[in-house]
């Protein structure tokens, strides 16, 4: 009991923190995505992450309905606090079942099992990804209670440990169906349930059908992917309709199964992406805490082997704990081996086989250090289990040893609020990096346009505020109940149907494509359900690619682009980001292959190959784009972001868009400087722009000097 009131209080304690730093916008990463997906149901980006799209969809109603007054990005962003404060209860949790079991009697479990929590759920990679509408703090939230479940396995009397497995096999089918890497938690915790039934006598093929019916029914998120995928929708991925277009998607094979990326070529090897996270495990918990991790690691595996049990009381649960010898056990069950082996089965296999990404390049070195977080949950309880070495060593009465205890709680608590808050905190302007980068796409980009998306950064921002934010919440109205909730929901699904809503908001007329969808087979099922307007897709010719330096990718683009040019089916015009164009292939005064490409704010504008003389008549619309981005952008631009970060490339397709227009007018000006002689007018154009072209070309060197900030 005293363990739970403290694990309570610190989860109290962590909540409060993570809301008050919560942003109002849409977060980086495929927050942009994800939450577009879940406002209309749609399918994700492999493997689809199910459960989180329903569960950030319905508590998008829900707060919607009970008028909270909070926009989706913001009702998802603290739905990820909360997970994230539940997180930090669960690991205090498991501690306190481990310290029950290899500690004595006098150890202050209560206390240091929180500590455990607070140093997991506060430290700066976690705490970033609880505050962030992702699928992260779902799957710390889950694996964290299948350790939890383990730790009732162990606790548990004969007559409940089947129990106690079945539901550890429902919540390892619903940590599945959000995030994929929990398979490698859940496959070491199901050896260690089914030594744990063989010694106990339980282990049939009765049992075994009950765990794996439990376990299916975890999985039964998956099966919304399929009714979501028969009618398409613009940014829903694949062709779910039919079992090798699920398999296909669920094992991300468009990615490459086992992988987090397709194949980019050599990357660091196993031993090198060790020694990475080590440095990370160093970073987020100091020497201190990682040696209390071994400490505590040590200790409970040397207990496990010797068989010495720890508190001879009734165990936090209230239930009495197996001696040696009992009749139908004969061994404790300890589960430390278990989370040791958990912990190195996931860093193996990780490392190993799934993870592909190059680690020397800050973005991809961010994505990657994500997936740290899982192994940090048991890196964590042992880490509270070594502080409960440490205390139980000193020659204090229980009492004293717990009072040290919450001193050391409160103290891990305070270093940490002030240690990270102030880099946490994104409840400001901060917070509104990538939503006002969307705004500042979208306010330059004219009605009946069409805008072509290559980056995520572009894409997933633009998403969320334009092609969902439009379709208003049909069942919102002033006499709107939970009840009509409850029912319209039961409607929807029975009619196999879902409803498509999300913020309110009247948006120009713009068709948004992703470049990068373009080649997929599926897509062309998106083209013929009139997703995308009077679009032109021209047939998919072999060869093409989607990496920007590619030539396969030149081929992609220009032929799309070509075609839509031609079609003169969008009067406002052709627009693509600057990530879609290799730099190399930009000639003087911005032309591109048989286009001139428009320095239009963020992003280009495509027209057909314009003359020299012609130019200027697009410099000064090219200014007024900057002006109104600036206006966006001007409270972001004098902060500080880490490397990796998306508010980082954020600011960085900034300053480009500066760098690009100075380029841009400086190409002109060289251009023209031979005709000065024979045509006079020619010399103001000629020094207006060799004065912007240096002014902004500085003013990007300065911003690199104080920022780092540049593609």
Known sequence: ??????????????????????????????????????????????????????????????????????????????LCAVLGAMTCFFIGRTTAMLCSLVMPKDAPVGPVSAISGVLFALSPLVWEYSIGAEVFALNNMLCSLLLYCAGRVAMTSSTGVVRECAIGAFISGLALSNQHTSLLFIAPIVVYAMRVLHRHKKLSVKTVSQCGMCFFFGLLPYSYLHYASRTPAPGSWGDLTSVRGFLRHIARTEYGTLKLAPNLGEVEGWFERWKAYGAHALKESHIVGLALAIVGAAHAIHREVKQIPGLSANTAFGEKRHRIGSGDVGRIHFPCSTFAATFLFYQAVWNGLFSNLPLSFPMAYAVHSRFWMQPSLILCVFSGTGIAVVLSS??????????????????????????????????????????????????????????????????????????????????????????????????????????????????????????????????????????????????????????????????????????????????????????????????????????????????????????????????????????????????????????????????????????????????????????????????????????????????????????????
């Open 394 to 711: 000193l020659d204090i009465g229980k009492k004293a040893k717990t009072c040290l205890g919450r001193i050391l709680l409160l103290a891990t608590y305070i270093h940490c609020a002030h240690q990270h808050f102030h880099s946490m905190d994104k409840s400001g302007s901060n917070g509104m990096v990538l939503s006002d980068y969307g705004n500042a796409i979208l306010d330059t980009i004219p009605p009946n346009s069409l805008l072509v998306a290559h980056t995520d950064l572009d894409w997933n921002t633009v998403s969320f505020k334009k092609q969902y934010s439009q379709i208003h919440y049909l069942f919102c109205g002033e006499d709107f109940s939970l009840l009509h909730l409850f029912f319209l929901s039961l409607f929807f699904l029975f009619q196999g149907g879902f409803i498509r809503t999300c913020e309110n908001a009247i948006l120009a007329p713009v068709v948004h494509v992703s470049a990068q969808l373009l080649p997929y087979p599926w897509f062309q099922r998106q083209v013929e359900a009139g997703l995308f307007g009077k679009a032109v897709f021209p047939p998919i010719l072999p060869g093409v690619s989607t990496h920007r330096r590619d030539n396969g990718n030149v081929k992609l683009m220009t032929r799309f682009v070509a075609a839509n040019l031609e079609s003169k089916a969008f009067p406002g015009g052709v627009y693509i980001d600057m990530q879609s164009v290799r730099e190399t292939d930009i000639e003087v005064g911005g032309g591109w292959h048989n286009f001139t490409l428009v320095p239009w704010g963020l992003v280009y504008r495509v027209v057909p190959r314009a003359e020299l003389k012609h130019l200027p008549n697009w410099h000064e619309k090219s200014h007024n784009m900057v002006q109104r981005v600036d206006v966006l952008m001007e409270k972001h631009v004098s902060a500080t972001f880490p490397r990796g970060s998306w508010e980082f490339a954020a600011i960085s397709v900034y300053h480009d868009m500066h760098y690009q227009l100075a380029l841009n007018h400086l190409t002109y000006a060289l251009a023209i400087s031979s005709k000065l002689k024979s045509n006079p007018p020619l010399l103001v154009r000629y020094v207006n722009s060799l004065m912007d072209s240096s002014k902004r070309l500085w003013d990007v060197v300065e911003a690199v000097k104080k920022r780092g900030t540049l593609r």
């Open 1 to 78: 009991m005293e363990s739970q009131v403290d694990n309570a209080i610190a989860s109290v304690a962590v909540l409060s923190l993570l809301i008050r730093t919560v942003p109002e916008g849409v977060p980086g990463g495929d927050a942009g995505e994800l939450l577009a997906e879940a406002c209309h149901y749609g399918v994700a980006h492999p493997p689809g992450y199910p459960l989180f799209t329903l569960l950030s969809g319905a508590v998008m109603r829900l707060s919607r309905a009970c008028g909270s007054g909070m926009g989706p990005a913001q009702t998802i962003n603290a």
